[in-house]
């Protein structure tokens, strides 16, 4: 696998990561606010599925790129 192919690939599997984390994230959301699983919301439910979505929209990417990162003697 070239430089430029591994580039791509990690590249899409940053933006999946943001994307997946987004949209765990507005489900998180959907269950806190509404009536789906409770009358009233599911605070609790919502709150972790909505913090998870977080880690994985922000913390994922992050911790990755860093990873990744070329080393300072090459």
Do not use: H
């Not at 699983?37 to 605070?43: E, K, N, Q, R, T």
């Not at 913390?59 to 090459?74: E, N």
């Amino acid at each position: 696998m070239t430089d430029k192919e591994t580039a791509q690939q990690r590249f899409l599997l940053l933006n999946a990561a943001r994307g997946a984390g987004t949209i765990i994230m507005v489900i998180g959301l959907v269950l806190w606010y509404t009536d789906l699983l409770d009358i009233g919301g599911a605070p609790l439910t919502g709150g972790l599925i909505f913090a998870c979505g977080l880690l994985l929209s922000f913390v994922l990417p992050t911790w990755l790129a860093r990873k990744w990162r070329t080393p300072p003697g090459q």
